[in-house]
Each structure stands twice: as C-alpha cells, then as structure tokens.
C-alpha cells in the first residue's frame, strides 16, 4: 500500500535471501536472478543493486540541476561499491565519483552539492560515513 502523497509506489518481493529471484510484485515479467558476491553464483547481488540505483538516481538528478541552471546535462557517473568485514557482520564502501566535460570544479561542485540535496537515493546515503562523492576530471576506478 502507498503512503499517503505518493508519487510512485513500487513493492519487491524476495522470499529466499541470496539465492533465486527478487520480483515486483504486480509487474509480470521483472525478476531478476539474485545472489551473494560472496560466492561464485549466478545473479545480481546488493551492492550491484547499490550502485545501479545510485548511479542513475544521481545522474538523473545532476542532469535536473544543470536543466535549473540553463546549462545542458553533462555528466557521467562511476559508483564503486565495496563490501568489507565490520566489527558485526559486513559494511559496504561506496563512493560515487562525477565527471563532467564542460562544467569547471566550482560549477561541478555546485551541481553535486544542489543535487545531494534533491536526490531521493543520495539523500539515504550521502550522511553515512562509508559513503562519499567526488567531482572528478577523470575516473579513478
């Protein structure tokens, strides 16, 4: 069920953790095989998914603010996502690295800092320490 003001509502089902299928419930047809980058399996695995929703939430985003700002969408994202042993259990390391072709860093800057404040996925992230977000004039990775 949505909650109330929403713009959107999507639900995905996964019944046996890191192996099979997540699914959307409702929308035949969108399944996708699921695992652990832990082990040698078939499947895409959460820090995939990490980094795809980032990725293209953020970009999207970027390309809005520089829209704002009369200037033409520019930029490509890299996000690398690491997981590492924690203190209890595991932790990822995601940092997210912007490159823009025609924007100086000050202009770069500007539009990742308005767009971290109007992405919906950078908001979840961008408070953790393990998440960080780099203006680049080349990818590091």
């Known amino acids: 069920m949505a909650v109330d003001g929403s713009l959107y509502h999507t639900e ?11 699914y959307v419930r409702g929308n035949e047809g969108l399944a996708l095989g699921v695992s652990s980058s832990l082990m040698d399996s078939p499947g895409t695995n959460p820090e995939q998914f990490i980094g795809f929703a980032l990725s293209t939430c953020f970009n999207a985003t970027i390309g809005i603010v520089e829209r704002q700002h009369q200037l033409k969408p520019d930029s490509i994202i890299h996000t690398a996502v690491d997981i590492v042993k924690d203190t209890k259990g595991y932790k990822f390391i995601v940092r997210c690295q912007i490159l823009f072709h025609d924007l100086d860093n000050d202009q770069a800057q500007q539009m990742v ?3 971290l404040d109007q992405c919906p996925v950078a908001k979840l992230l961008k408070a953790n320490e393990n998440v960080t977000f ?5 990818f590091k990775f």
Do not use: R, W
């Not at 995905?12 to 997540?22: F, I, Q, R």
């Not at 780099?134 to 080349?138: M, P, R, T």
């Open 12 to 22: 995905v089902v996964n019944e046996h953790g890191l192996t099979g299928e997540s």
């Open 134 to 138: 780099e203006v680049v004039d080349q």
């Open 113 to 115: 800092n308005e767009a």
